[in-house]
């Protein structure tokens, strides 16, 4: 200011220099000249800035966050800094403030209003956050809340960044009544519009209950962190006066619930650092936004070498499970296997790695779980893996060792076709590159929804242990031979397996493009998606399709 008016440091009234600043704010106003007045209003508002900043950084006060450590939780600003690359966080909004004066509100005003947002980067990547400060009243969601996170989303739509929710609340703030339903609503309907457009993840890292379980649910990952965190549409109280049943908070929506029987969550962790590791983990495998291309990292260079264990993984008897996560792991570079849904659906395996560098996404039947099966879980669970690969243009590889789809009333009555129909649907939609090697059995209409041929699989492989048939040999000379008993039926089960059961049938039709060495599968899926990467295939224009949902 005085260098804006042309006057030197030597210059400067006694009254406005640092051994003069007593006497200038022991005056009144209307004793002071123009300049020292504005000088001293300055002042005043830098003040009120430190004091507002200080608050903030606070949230509730000393005592409320040794309450928050003292249930293991960190607060939302240590969580920030864990997770985002050091010095790169930009806050916004940090002096907003609720507007609501019922209930002595205006009397609980805390800059800041109890959510934290921003910009930063994960591995010099942009990403934009909010992290709710349960300290602040809770970590309920009013109206200005709202505004902060649905800001921070509308800007990551506008540049094209991952959304990352690190949610920490006790749901909506009554005092604010409809204003805080309504902004549950405009986050709800960003979160389907960056559906597809940007990466989604949540973080359950504390409380999420009533209508806060559906932002979470409409995003794309969501992560838990075990004895801390809990997700449900209503607690045990209401359960207990509603159903008379007796449940926990963990009973009810802990992480072991959502990871293991309903599938809502994705991962599960220790402790609220693991939870933030595992998130920089996830987000190094995603491209920013479905305009980028994933994001590579070097590769081994070893793409050309034979990976001989390959050879021996698949047991020669046909009735003998193996691990296919050995399969996956001798494939990817550097063993690096990032598994989504690791304890949901285990006769299903999803997941993303690198082939040379390059993100793709990988499922998997898995022998060692129900034979590997189709259910409806696993159905339901590979569909969504997919279709999100589809979206952010990230290649498919599929390791098919499939018996077909599980039987029995639980199925049946639980619309095995319609779930199932989900995953074959998801297949056959998806454009982006799609890799498939069958490793043992494909039987059956499970054979066809395992991105087959027939669903615009790009190339299609199988070892020569492969089983391609309508069923296996036993059941199909039973059918085929009834009446047949004994060593005849025997001799007609062998038949069949030299007829059927085998990848020739296949390959003469050109269902399967090559049989190959195990050891190989390695370097041909590398070729291949280098030869795939100019691939360009469009759906019929239309709205949208109508997934059988």
Same mark, same amino acid.
């Given at each position: 200011?005085?260098?804006?008016?042309?006057?030197?440091?030597?210059?400067?009234?006694?009254?406005l220099?640092?051994?003069?600043?007593?006497?200038?704010?022991?005056?009144?106003?209307?004793?002071?000249?123009?300049?020292?007045?504005h000088?001293?209003?300055?002042?005043?508002?830098?003040?009120?800035?430190?004091?507002?900043?200080?608050?903030?950084?606070?949230?509730?006060?000393?005592?409320?966050?040794?309450?928050?450590?003292?249930?293991?939780?960190?607060?939302?600003?240590?969580?920030?800094?864990?997770?985002?690359?050091?010095?790169s966080?930009?806050e916004?909004?940090?002096?907003?403030?609720?507007?609501?004066?019922?209930?002595?509100m205006?009397?609980?005003?805390?800059?800041?209003?109890?959510?934290?947002?921003?910009?930063?980067?994960?591995n010099?990547?942009?990403?934009?956050?909010?992290?709710?400060?349960?300290?602040?009243?809770?970590?309920?969601?009013?109206?200005?809340?709202a505004?902060?996170?649905?800001?921070?989303?509308?800007?990551?739509?506008?540049?094209?960044a991952?959304?990352?929710?690190?949610?920490?609340?006790?749901?909506?703030?009554i005092q604010?009544?409809?204003?805080?339903?309504?902004?549950?609503?405009?986050?709800?309907?960003r979160?389907?519009?960056?559906?597809?457009?940007?990466?989604?993840?949540?973080?359950?890292?504390?409380?999420?209950?009533?209508?806060?379980?559906?932002?979470?649910?409409?995003?794309?990952?969501?992560?838990?962190?075990?004895?801390?965190?809990?997700?449900?549409?209503?607690?045990?109280?209401?359960?207990?006066?509603?159903?008379?049943?007796?449940?926990?908070?963990?009973?009810?929506?802990?992480?072991?619930?959502?990871?293991?029987?309903?599938?809502?969550?994705?991962?599960?962790?220790?402790?609220?650092?693991?939870?933030?590791?595992?998130?920089?983990?996830?987000?190094n495998?995603?491209?920013?936004?479905?305009?980028?291309?994933?994001?590579?990292?070097?590769?081994?260079?070893?793409?050309?070498?034979?990976?001989e264990?390959?050879?021996?993984?698949?047991?020669?008897?046909?009735?003998?499970?193996?691990?296919?996560?050995?399969?996956?792991e001798?494939?990817?570079?550097?063993?690096?296997f990032?598994?989504?849904?690791?304890?949901?659906?285990?006769?299903?395996?999803?997941?993303?790695?690198?082939?040379?560098?390059?993100?793709?996404?990988?499922?998997?039947?898995?022998?060692?779980?129900?034979?590997?099966?189709?259910?409806?879980?696993?159905?339901v669970?590979?569909?969504?893996?997919?279709r999100?690969?589809?979206?952010?243009?990230?290649?498919?590889?599929?390791?098919?060792? #499939? *018996?077909?789809?599980?039987?029995? /009333?639980?199925?049946? %009555? =639980? @619309?095995?076709i319609?779930?199932? +129909?989900?995953?074959?649907?998801?297949?056959a939609?998806a454009? #982006? *590159?799609?890799?498939?090697?069958? /490793?043992?059995?494909? %039987? =059956? @209409?499970?054979?066809?929804?395992? +991105?087959?041929?027939?669903?615009?699989?790009?190339?299609?492989?199988?070892?020569?242990?492969?089983?391609?048939?309508?069923?296996?040999?036993? @059941?199909?000379?039973?059918?085929?031979?009834?009446?047949?008993?004994?060593?005849?039926?025997?001799?007609?089960?062998?038949?069949?397996?030299?007829?059927?059961?085998?990848?020739?049938?296949?390959?003469?039709?050109?269902?399967?493009?090559?049989?190959?060495?195990?050891?190989?599968?390695?370097?041909?899926?590398?070729?291949?998606?280098?030869?795939?990467?100019s691939?360009?295939?469009?759906?019929?224009?239309?709205?949208?399709?109508?997934?059988?949902?």
């Open positions: 200011l005085l260098r804006s008016l042309g006057r030197t440091h030597t210059s400067v009234p006694v009254a220099t640092r051994c003069g600043a007593a006497s200038l704010f022991n005056r009144p106003l209307s004793a002071m000249s123009d300049l020292e007045a000088v001293r209003r300055s002042e005043d508002v830098q003040d009120r800035l430190d004091a507002m900043r200080n608050q903030a950084m606070i949230g509730g006060g000393e005592k409320r966050i040794e309450a928050q450590h003292s249930k293991g939780r960190l607060t939302a600003r240590e969580r920030i800094d864990l997770l985002l690359d050091p010095g966080f930009q916004y909004d940090m002096f907003v403030e609720h507007r609501c004066t019922y209930f002595q205006d009397k609980k005003m805390i800059s800041g209003d109890g959510v934290v947002t921003g910009s930063g980067r994960i010099g990547r942009l990403v934009f956050l909010f992290s709710q400060d349960f300290t602040v009243l809770g970590g309920s969601l009013g109206e200005m809340y505004k902060k996170i649905c800001k921070i989303m509308d800007k990551a739509m506008d540049v094209g991952p959304v990352i929710g690190l949610n920490d609340s006790g749901g909506a703030r604010e009544g409809i204003d805080s339903l309504a902004g549950y609503a405009d986050i709800f309907q979160n389907v519009m960056s559906s597809g457009v940007v990466p989604q993840i949540s973080v359950i890292m504390g409380p999420c209950a009533g209508g806060a379980v559906y932002s979470p649910a409409l995003t794309d990952f969501t992560f838990m962190v075990d004895q801390t965190s809990y997700l449900y549409v209503t607690g045990p109280d209401v359960v207990k006066q509603v159903t008379n049943e007796t449940v926990t908070h963990d009973e009810l929506g802990g992480a072991h619930v959502h990871t293991t029987k309903s599938g809502v969550a994705h991962r599960a962790f220790d402790n609220d650092l693991d939870a933030l590791h595992g998130v920089r983990e996830l987000v495998f995603l491209p920013s936004s479905n305009r980028d291309v994933v994001p590579e990292l070097e590769g081994p260079g070893n793409y050309e070498e034979d990976v264990a390959l050879n021996v993984l698949v047991p020669k008897d046909p009735f003998k499970a193996y691990d296919m996560k050995h399969v996956i001798k494939t990817v570079d550097f063993g690096d990032f598994e989504i849904q690791p304890n949901y659906a285990k006769n299903i395996v999803i997941g993303f790695g690198r082939m040379e560098g390059k993100p793709v996404g990988i499922l998997a039947n898995q022998p060692l779980s129900a034979s590997g099966t189709l259910d409806i879980n696993a159905s669970k590979g569909a969504r893996f997919i999100f690969c589809d979206c952010f243009n990230i290649p498919v590889v599929t390791f098919v060792d #499939v *018996p077909g789809f599980l039987p029995g /009333t639980v199925q049946e %009555y =639980g @619309g095995i319609r779930h199932g +129909a989900k995953l074959l649907y998801a297949y939609e454009t #982006v *590159p799609k890799i498939t090697i069958i /490793t043992r059995k494909a %039987y =059956g @209409g499970a054979y066809d929804v395992m +991105a087959s041929k027939h669903l615009r699989g790009d190339i299609n492989y199988a070892w020569p242990s492969a089983e391609i048939a309508v069923m296996g040999a036993k @059941g199909a000379a039973a059918i085929l031979h009834r009446g047949v008993t004994g060593e005849e039926l025997a001799e007609k089960e062998e038949e069949y397996v030299k007829e059927f059961s085998n990848p020739f049938p296949a390959a003469r039709r050109g269902f399967v493009d090559d049989i190959i060495v195990p050891s190989s599968t390695r370097r041909r899926i590398v070729e291949d998606l280098w030869m795939l990467k691939k360009k295939i469009s759906n019929p224009e239309k709205k949208h399709g109508n997934i059988p949902l």
